[in-house]
């Protein structure tokens, strides 16, 4: 099960879904140099620079749901591992995650839109490690599910030649 390719590269998804909760996704500096807005999985903080680990941030915006869909992603990876003997099902749950991993990327991209007007037109923000893994992990999930396929043609025929 595990040894399959397809398996260490659903495993890879999963990791990569599970990383985008501990990293930022986007920062922005604004132009005076006074306020930084960092966006994560969870929440959206807009701090006072020069940065004080002490200090509360000036505002704090909740993004759950991203979290959410990255975690769903993730379960949906690894529950994906398990079903090595349905390949039919597996290709079913790829193509499922494939849709809430562009559903986080496109939130993502949606909010970052939104902060971006509203902080600091003037300015350009940074898309960090966040914003990527979910794009590496779709194509990871297409490589994947291109194994899977393999896979279900190759049993077929060996079946057809019995």
């Known amino acids: 099960m595990i040894q399959r390719i397809q398996s260490l590269i659903l495993l890879v998804i999963a990791v990569c879904m599970a990383l985008i909760l501990f990293f930022p ?5 604004n132009q005076d140099s006074t306020q930084q807005i960092v966006f994560t999985a969870f929440k959206v903080d807009t701090v006072a ?26 379960v949906i990876a690894v529950f994906s591992i398990f079903q090595y003997k349905n390949r039919l099902n597996q290709m079913k749950l790829g193509a499922l995650n494939s849709l ?18 509203d ?12 914003f990527f893994l979910p794009v590496a992990a779709m194509i990871l999930n297409m490589v994947s599910n291109r ?12 079946d057809r030649i019995r």
């Open 100 to 117: 809430v991993m562009a559903a986080t990327l496109g939130l993502s991209y949606y909010n970052i839109y939104n902060l971006e007007t």
């Open 25 to 29: 996704i986007w920062s922005e500096v």
């Open 49 to 74: 620079l020069p940065y004080d680990a002490e200090a509360a941030p000036v505002n704090t915006k909740s993004t759950i749901y991203i979290g959410l869909l990255a975690i769903i992603a993730a």
């Open 147 to 158: 194994f899977i396929r393999k896979d279900e043609k190759l049993v077929r025929s060996v």
């Open 119 to 130: 902080f600091s037109p003037q300015t350009q923000g940074a898309f960090l490690l966040g």
